[in-house]
């Protein structure tokens, strides 16, 4: 077929697939010609000393790239990094506001490992065109303003250049503040452009909409000339402040009233994050409500506006009109996003509207998906499969995923369009116990097989993605640990497992809201399966030679440490069933593998606790550990608060820090038991009092690609 030629201004940037030919993920190139429906012939721009001009390319798939108009590739190619490129691409509304800059528009920027707000001084060309199909680079010049807001260049200097990735907000221009005026008088206030600005701030929410036009223009009059908010503010509201710097904060007001001295109602507000000089709920010496020190903030109302990350469109209302530039369209990052660091959790995903968004009896599920793929790698290699062999479904949770490792938050029109794919109608309606829908997830949207090989006392082999512990209460004391329902399940049951298993999910002995055997149970942290391994060695309780006799009367005996698995050699055997109260006792003897000294040592198999999933008056939550450091945990609620009734509302998700939990957990088991549940923190007692499951993991590796079955 001869090549139909494609027009010298379609560019595009490579989103998908492995290097090929030098056009690897990130990179921007020219379109050169369309060779057939779905591949083009592409050249490849690299940035020289001096310039940036197109190399030899080669062919590529249309689907593994997204098009660029020339303005957006030049401040592409100014990104240093491929990386910060997709990153920009996933916020589409962010680079729409950033493509849109002129002189005059009021930015933040990353700046000395912080954020300042500046003015777009200039856009800058950099590079040469030495030869006619090479492109300039497109940066900012970025003039500081400080708090006053004055401009900080006292004298001519050159500004400091920003790339379009540098900038993490673009204030809209009702936010901007009045009165800011070039130091060299040639402009009285901010440049009143023709192009419409947008609020570049994420959306959020399930009806969420772009705030432009008109309704802009008419949200900024109401603000300036001091008139009240259009929508009633009350104790609960979530609203936005913009600082004088025109930087916009968030959070939920405490308080509403008339402070001392003042005429007019001021609202006290709890932000989503520290802010230097901001108070613990005090102002001027009295406390109006308690909050997180540098988190409460005292404005007049006026200065209040509903958030407008939760703004809903009202029935009938017309949807407002894009600006001429078309928007960038969405775009969603194919490729994997690792597990969230350690060293990022606390400020991607700490906060209000943070983690899963919860929707119609969703919480079940919200907080499963939170606990097994948030920041635990133990499931990572079920987004490895080849795209092209996924089933819809799939590709689904690998967007949830992503989504919510890179932005920390999952709104709820997307767990939704999963819950519409898993199958079943309930799932769109009706409560859930999460381990229906672990078995779901598993068995029918991931294809994989059972996490847990179980062999039984008739030697027959059977698979379970989950562990329920099944026991006589009887057999515990009044608090028991994980380690001891787990050891006494086994033994009573007679069950062993025939491998370590990489991720071990233990469902507590309850059924729901309706029941539970135990008012409290102790976590483990550390899980040690060593003696529930069959055909392991495993070493004797008494003198630690290797063992061959296992006892389950033994095993509540108050005189051996009551809720330790007993097993003995031979010798040790006799011994302890020729005291009286034990002669009744049958032990029973196990394989011992061949080859194994009497004496060696026996390696220790432990897991580690990695999530808890709890449930109160219905309501499913979780704690998840995102880190190595004992204290490194966090509590997830997909529906910690509501905005609007239940026909026309929302849920609000929060994730709080918890480094109390890691404080208890690392007292010593004895400590622990000793330890009144009604004296801990109160997220602490709410595990203890709610645990539905434990979800541990095989510090040893994560799931090996052969757990896979193919669809």
């Not at 700046?111 to 707000?117: D, E, Q, R, Y």
């Not at 069933?577 to 049958?586: F, K």
Request: hydrophobic share 35%; with cysteine.
């Amino acid at each position: 077929m001869e090549p139909k030629s494609a027009a010298k201004d379609k560019f595009f940037i490579v989103i998908r697939g492995k290097s090929r030919k030098g056009f690897s993920r990130g990179c921007i190139g020219r379109v050169e010609a369309e060779i057939q429906p779905g591949e083009l012939m592409g050249l490849l721009y690299s940035a020289g000393s001096n310039s940036v001009s197109p190399k030899s390319g080669g062919v590529l798939r249309r689907e593994d790239t997204y098009p660029l108009t020339c303005h957006q590739a030049q401040l592409l190619l100014y990104v240093s990094t491929a990386s910060k490129r997709l990153e920009l691409l996933c916020n589409p509304q962010l680079f729409s506001a950033i493509c849109e800059l002129t002189q005059g528009d009021l930015v933040v920027v990353k700046h000395k490992k912080g954020h300042s707000p500046g003015l777009v001084k200039n856009l800058m060309q950099m590079g040469r065109k030495e030869n006619k199909d090479d492109m300039y680079m497109l940066g900012f010049e970025v003039e500081f303003v400080d708090n006053d807001h004055n401009l900080t260049s006292k004298k001519p200097a050159p500004l400091p250049l920003f790339s379009a990735a540098d900038i993490i907000q673009v204030v809209p221009s009702y936010s901007a503040p009045l009165g800011l005026h070039w130091r060299d008088g040639q402009c009285g206030s901010l440049n009143r452009k023709a192009v419409t600005r947008i609020n570049s701030m994420p959306n959020i929410g399930s009806r969420a909409h772009r705030v432009r036009g008109n309704h802009t223009e008419q949200r900024a009059i109401s603000q300036h000339s001091g008139s009240s908010p259009p929508v009633p503010l009350e104790v609960g509201s979530t609203v936005e402040v913009v600082s004088n710097s025109g930087i916009t904060v968030y959070g939920v007001i405490r308080w509403l009233g008339v402070l001392p001295g003042k005429t007019e109602e001021w609202a006290g507000i709890e932000l989503d994050y520290d802010v230097n000089g901001c108070s613990d709920g005090k102002s001027g010496g009295k406390r109006y409500f308690t909050c997180k020190g540098n988190r409460a903030l005292f404005v007049p109302v006026t200065k209040c506006s509903p958030d407008s990350r939760l703004v809903f469109s009202s029935p009938g209302s017309e949807t407002p009109k894009p600006t001429e530039m078309p928007p960038v369209p969405p775009f969603e990052d194919c490729e994997d996003t690792p597990p969230i660091p350690e060293s990022e959790a606390l400020s991607l995903l700490v906060g209000k509207m943070k983690g899963i968004q919860g929707h119609i009896n969703s919480c079940y599920l919200d907080a499963t998906l939170f606990s097994l793929f948030s920041s635990s790698v133990t499931l990572d290699n079920i987004c490895q499969k080849p795209a092209d062999t996924e089933q819809p479904i799939t590709c689904t949770l690998r967007k949830i995923i992503n989504r919510l490792r890179r932005h920390g938050f999952v709104p709820a029109e997307s767990v939704m369009n999963f819950r519409k794919q898993l199958g079943c109608d309930t799932f769109q309606t009706d409560e859930k116990d999460p381990e229906e829908f672990i078995t779901v997830l598993f068995q029918k949207v991931l294809h994989m097989e059972p996490l847990l090989k179980l062999r039984s006392k008739r030697e027959t082999s059977q698979g379970a993605y989950t562990f329920q512990i099944f026991l006589e209460k009887e057999q515990m004391g009044h608090i028991p640990t994980v380690q001891q329902l787990l050891d006494t399940s086994c033994m009573s049951g007679d069950l062993k497992f025939e491998e370590v298993p990489s991720c071990l999910i233990v469902q507590m002995p309850r059924f729901g809201n309706a029941y539970k055997m135990f008012s409290h149970i102790i976590p483990t942290t550390e899980l040690d399966i060593t003696d529930l391994l069959y055909n392991s060695p495993r070493e004797c309780f008494v003198c630690g030679h290797l063992a061959q006799y296992e006892c389950v009367q033994c095993l509540s005996d108050r005189k051996l440490q009551p809720g330790r698995i007993k097993q003995y050699c031979t010798t040790c055997n006799a011994q302890v069933h020729s005291h009286h109260a034990r002669q009744g006792h049958s032990p029973k003897a196990f394989e011992v593998p061949p080859n194994v000294a009497s004496d060696a040592p026996v390696p220790r198999h432990k897991m580690q606790l990695f999530a808890v999933l709890c449930i109160q008056t219905s309501h499913y939550v979780s704690f998840v550990k995102y880190g190595s450091d004992a204290r490194s945990w966090l509590f997830f609620d997909s529906m910690a608060d509501r905005c609007g009734d239940n026909q026309s509302g929302y849920s609000i998700p929060k994730i709080q820090a918890c480094p109390e939990l890691g404080d208890f957990l690392t007292l010593q088991e004895e400590d622990l038991l000793r330890t009144s549940p009604s004296q801990a923190p109160e997220l602490v007692r709410r595990l203890l009092c709610d645990s539905y499951m434990f979800l541990y993991h095989n510090p040893a590796g994560s799931l090996s690609t052969t757990n896979h079955q193919e669809p």
